[in-house]
């Protein structure tokens, strides 16, 4: 790749600017070492054409270096979206220092990800992470012994006590601008002599050899990679190094009775088994000697109590969104209330007025309206992963989740759309399989969000209002069984063929500490924040102009915008048992957000807010309420979700099959419970 | 020693993984969890049905029932 005339335009600040990029297992506390060399100080954007989040800061010690945190992963193969980007990363961005996170608790493991990283002629610092574990486990490491066999900088560290932090940032900073011969994998006699032949027809070819490293890409040809392949296939002169490829495997096959690949990784292996003997002294039999954490494993995974904790866990979590996130709604309203009557007393020009008071203030306020539930939500999801129980809870769910042709891993996605569908299906990708991805994708809508619940708030108190929670409740369980049923309809027809097989670790146990708890939940629920605040936002605004025009009419009449598009459709939901177009107007809206349904009623019934209850009393029969619920929890997702879905998915059609198939469920259903319903005679 | 599929094993048993059956993008994420032929294995759970969880380079990893099929090893205790 040429340096194009923009790059040398740009400031000299930037192109003197230096990188280290943080990458390391899951859970070998990368993002605890990440915060402790930027501080507060970091920034999330996105990796270019993909939703994996990237956080990216400046170190604290000198902020001209910047700091980017690469997604957790075991390796850095193809198998998943999370491993290509880091990646690809390293490969054609070329940071100046790869820290490289290890669980020293769990070296070999965590050395693969070293030995490829090793493999890619990347600047490595190794920071022995967890060292409090690895010593209660009885693992010694020399660290001088392993900094020179690898012949790269090893520092011990504790990330939660700070401890090692600064010697790692001065060895990074040490780091930057030098450039060392690391270890090589010695693949033996034959597969060396054939990556030999490979290396030089590489360097030879010129182009390729500027993109990849030519030992690295030897390997990767040999072990005949997809993505590698069919990336320099598109390179000109390139059918010699695939000759060259085949020849090599035709002869490696007659060597070895195994696969290639196999043995390559077997190899790496090998070389960590070697460093392992030299530098880690450890207690006879670390792996199977039986820890606190397998002790709480026997009670949590046992085959009679693990489901009634699991059950258990799940409902005291909602309990929590419920006890804390409740009043701070109130609380958030009856702010943005108060501000508003403020303002509004303010400003004499009644339009103006209505303007920012109904439409800014108002807007904000639908926003942040959704903050306590998500966030209390998030914080309780980021107590069960960061104590290592969510893994756990994937481990007991896989058998039922695989009854429905899902997988283990999609209930998580699921559980967090009970907060949030965006982030939710973001968190999709944690599931390597594409079909286990797109069904967990097309059902998660059904898991009733935060911003469906003050529509049910609002209609069941107002019309069931001494079963007002069993009737929200049935309305999460309607939810719940539509996508079950909709996800086997789907693994079936759509995306047939086994779930992708379940392998994953599962983390000891650890007391999580609340500024760990809180930063996960910052960056969960801060998604949400960004991606579906501003569509809200805008939301809220456009409403009110829709209501507003035409110039004269009376604010969200029947003469607005908003009334003639209701009238319009009203036929339509008439036989669901709310033909008027109020009903119709609020459903328009509730796309844009479903909580903006009871905004919108409340500036239709031109009541606001707090005397919607009793207009709906007067308005509505609790039957045809019932079906409205329904219908809100089941059609059509919200912008920001169908935003979500379309990246996710990268794919239109899905995307729109999802909003056809939303709606007419939700049509179809809503249909059967007011007819079933008026013919059972409780119209 | 006979080479049996790791769902044979018991809970309390060590083994010795001698052979992966599986296809290229399987083996290797196996691979990237510990899973190689040589590793040793120390069975924590076995149910019977659904996941086991199994002990391999000092972690601790849920593995497929389907997947614990294909995994071929040597039991040593
Ligand atoms: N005992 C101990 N715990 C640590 C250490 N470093 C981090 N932790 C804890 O280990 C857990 C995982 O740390 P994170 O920093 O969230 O790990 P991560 O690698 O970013 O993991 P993901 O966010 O899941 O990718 C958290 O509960 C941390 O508080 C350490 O050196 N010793």
Known sequence: MSVTKETKEISTDQVNAQT???????????????????????????WPGVTVEKKEGRLLADSKVHVIDLPGTYSLGAYSEDELIARNYILFENPDVVLDIIDSANIRRNLYLTVQLLEMNTNIVLALNMLDEAEAKGIEIDENTLAKI????????????????????????????QSREPLTVDY????????????????????????????????????????????????????TIFTLREKAVQHLNQVFAEDIQTIIIEKRYGLIEGVVKQTVKQKKDVQASVSLSDKIDNVVLNKTLGIPIFLLTMWAIFKFTFVIGDPLIGYVEMLFEWFGGIVGAMISNELLASLIVDGIIGGLGSIFVFIPPIFTLFFAISLLEDSGYMSRVAYIVDKFMRSLGLHGKSFIPLLIGFGC???????????????????????????????RLPVYVLFAGALFPDNAGTVIFSLYILGIVMAIIMAKIFKKFLFPGEAAPFVMELPPYRVPTLKGMLIHMWEKGSSFVRKAGTIIFAVVVLIWVLATLPWGVEYASQ?????????????????????????????????????????????????????????????????AAYSF??????????????????????SWKWTGFTIGYTLALGWIVAFIVYQGGTLLGLG | MKVQPLSFLEPG?????????????????????????????????????????????????????????????????
């Not at chain 1, 280290?20 to 999330?44: C, D, E, M, W, Y």
């Not at chain 1, 797109?438 to 898991?447: E, H, W």
């Not at chain 2, 399987?26 to 040793?40: D, H, P, Q, R, W």
């Open chain 1, 559 to 623: 003469d607005s915008f908003i009334g003639m598009f209701g009238s319009a459709i009203s036929p339509v939901f008439a036989p669901l048992g709310f033909g008027s177009w109020e009903a119709s107007a609020a459903l328009i809206f509730g796309l844009l957000a479903k909580e903006v349904i009871v905004g919108t009623l409340g500036v239709i019934y031109g009541v606001g807010e707090e005397g919607l209850a009793v207009t709906i009393t007067q308005m509505w029969t609790p039957l």
């Open chain 1, 20 to 46: 280290i990029a943080l990458i390391g297992n899951p859970n070998a506390g990368k993002t605890t070492i990440f915060n402790a060399l930027t501080g507060s100080r970091q920034h999330v954007g996105n």
């Open chain 1, 188 to 239: 033996g006699q034959e597969i060396e002599d054939e990556i030999l032949v490979l290396q030089k027809a590489i360097t030879e070819h010129g182009e390729l050899a500027q993109r990849y490293y030519p030992r690295w890409l030897a390997v990767k040809i040999l072990e005949g990679e997809d993505v590698i392949l069919n990336d320099i296939q598109k390179y000109p002169n390139i059918q």
């Open chain 1, 150 to 177: 690898l012949n790269v900088p090893v520092i011990k560290t504790i990330g939660t006590k700070n401890q090692g932090i600064e010697k790692l940032i001065s060895s990074s900073i040490q780091a930057l601008g």
């Open chain 2, 13 to 77: 048993s060590q083994a010795k993984i001698k052979d992966i059956i599986g296809g290229k993008g399987i083996n290797t994420k196996l691979a990237e969890m510990g899973f190689v032929s040589g590793s040793i294995l120390d069975v924590l759970r076995n149910d019977g049905t659904g996941p086991m969880v199994v002990a391999v380079m000092d972690s601790r990893v849920a593995i497929g029932r389907g997947m614990a099929q294909k995994i071929m090893a040597e039991k040593t205790t």
């Open chain 1, 629 to 650: 619920m329904v219908l809100t929890l089941l059609y059509v997702p919200c912008v920001a979700t169908i935003g979500a879905i379309k990246r996710e998915t990268n």
């Open chain 1, 421 to 451: 569908n965006v982030p939710a299906i973001m968190a999709t990708r944690t599931l390597e399989n594409k079909k286990d991805r797109m069904v967990t994708i097309l059902v998660n809508p059904f898991m009733s969000c935060a911003a």
